[in-house]
């Protein structure tokens, strides 16, 4: 067997299904050996979409996606999905090809030290320099791409250690862990707090999320009855428990449920990651906060937690409800606030005006949206609208990005949902501007038949930058674009396309595409005054002081 067939031979043993990538002449070993394995090679349209499937492929599962390119720049193309990865917490592996290193014989033609470039981005970044190493760099890179915090790691395979032939290795098999539980020490002290606060609050973060969590979340979430909040990235970890729901916060302050925060004099964060941008700001004077997650806090200047509970947040959650179930006499003195604060968020979302309210569009999103339907959102102001207005009750159901925050996401981020939930609805939410900073995937979402539908919001700008120009009371300068029409853009990927043309034509539209299944796009004008009325002056006058 030679260097490519070890190395897919490996990735088989780790369970790998598919990999996603635009080869090169330097990865033509490892296509070969794909050919002859269980694995599907799923070909994109640019590297940066086979990074984004495979990062929400490890997002999703838990199990690190697979990503393949070229050298030099199919390897380059790489870096945003590598970051994206690292700060969201996705395992992914990403195999890139290079030069022979044993000779030169086409000088230095496209090489570009890759290993170096990925280090910063990845957990590890190794260059494969003998077959012999496989089997255990393999093992190696999926163990720390998977543990946590997860990430991505980087394998550069040169094409001569690819066609290198070798003995047959015996492949490492991969074993399940189990991560310490918190010390008893640290789950009594937990206790302590939560017992004599007179108004706890619950704050769900971005590690939250993880797959293996929900129920174990869930199940504490209902036994304590402390109502919660969530980080944008934590949104809909938690199934159920929506009489508990306090709000997202997707501003640092001043929203509506900062009235919630700002009373709090306990915050239970469990699994906060500051990657996320602040769902509140800590200062001298705020509530104590007890963080709890698989590793220990990071300290920030706005956020610098007084006691931690340590270990794998599950069984650690279940040993603090042990101690606490039925003995918090003030658990819901929070939740009263609730109905005050959801309420606002129904303000004009069934408003009648052309173009579309955001909230209107997110309302009428979620009425098309079953409750384990996926939408997968790219970056773009329509982000804070979902982050604070769409309410989720199945875990893993929003899938946004407030860590990297890249555009360009939505779409692949969507293929890799509807790949793995054919039998669910999926949706991506994109901007103008960021649909089509990877909108040549359409090619691949029809090509793989998936069921899908895009929906584009269109103000023909990049409304969020031009939003924030104007609270920074810049005058408004340089973010308008025009658009081709996206309906035709569609029917040419051999996609379909509808605009909507009128405020009550959102839902039956997007209710038609996914009804008709396949490959779909949804645009939809929007009136982003709302940006400007809601989030600046209401929140503003809802909030002087803040
Ligand atoms: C790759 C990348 N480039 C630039 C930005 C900065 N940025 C954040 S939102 C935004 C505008 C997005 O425009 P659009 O996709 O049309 O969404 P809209 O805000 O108009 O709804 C920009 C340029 C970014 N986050 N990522
Ligand atoms: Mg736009």
Known sequence: ?????????????????????VPGEENLDVVEALRRSTIRLVVTRHEQAAAFMAATHGRLTG??????????PGALNLTTGAAYALLGAMPMI??????????????????????????????????????????????????????????????????????????????IPPHPIEYPVAHPAALDRAAELILKAERPLVMLGAAASRPRLSDALSAFVGRLQIPFFNTQMGKGSVSGGAGLYMGTAALSER???????????????????????????MGPHGPTVLHVGYL???????????????????????????????????????????????????????ESRFPLTPQRIVHDVR????????????NGMYKIWFARNYRTRVANTLLLDNALATMGAGLPSAMMAAM??????????????????????????????????????????????R??????????????????????????????????????????????????????????????????????DELHQHSPGA
């Open 94 to 171: 990403m195999i890139t090809g290079q030069k022979g290193i044993l000779s030169r014989k086409q000088a230095r033609f496209q090489v570009v030290d890759i290993v170096s470039t990925m280090t910063p981005l990845t957990k590890m970044a190794r260059q494969i320099v003998s077959p012999a190493s496989i089997p255990s760099l393999v093992r190696e890179a999926f163990r720390l791409a998977q543990q946590e915090r997860p990430g991505p790691v980087h394998l550069e395979l040169p094409e001569d250690i690819a066609h290198e032939e070798w003995e047959d290795i015996p492949l």
């Open 467 to 536: 939003w924030k120009q104007a609270v920074d009371h810049f005058p408004d300068f340089g973010m308008t674009f025009d658009n081709p029409d996206f309906v035709a853009f569609a029917r040419a990927h051999n996609a379909n396309g509808r605009r909507v043309e009128s405020a009550d034509g959102l839902a039956p539209t997007l209710e038609a595409a996914f009804q008709e299944g396949g490959v779909q796009l949804v645009i939809v004008p929007v009136d982003y005054s709302e940006n400007a009325r809601v989030l600046v």
């Open 255 to 281: 929203d509506y449920v900062h009235d919630a925060i700002d009373r709090a004099d306990l915050i239970i964060a469990i699994g906060h990651d500051t990657v996320e941008k602040p769902p509140f700001l």
């Open 63 to 72: 199990e690190a996606g697979v990503c393949l390119s070229t050298l030099g």
């Open 1 to 21: 067997m030679n260097g490519a067939g070890l190395l897919v031979a490996a990735l088989e043993n780790e369970g790998v299904k598919q990999i996603f990538g």
């Open 420 to 465: 793995l939930h054919p039998d669910r609805r999926v949706l991506a939410v994109c901007g103008d501007g960021g649909f089509m900073m990877n909108a040549q995937e359409l090619e691949t979402a029809v090509r793989l038949k998936l069921n899908l539908v895009v929906l584009i919001f269109e103000d023909k700008a990049y409304g969020m930058i």
């Open 296 to 350: 220990p806090a990071s300290v920030e200047e706005v956020f610098f937690p007084h006691a931690e509970l340590v270990g794998d947040v599950g069984p650690s959650l279940r040993l603090l409800a042990d101690r606490l179930e039925g003995r918090l006499a003030n658990a819901s003195a929070l939740l009263p606030l609730r109905g005050e604060i959801l309420a606002h968020l129904t303000d004009r979302a069934e």
């Open 367 to 378: 009425q098309v949206m079953p409750e384990d339907g996926i939408a997968c959102l790219d």
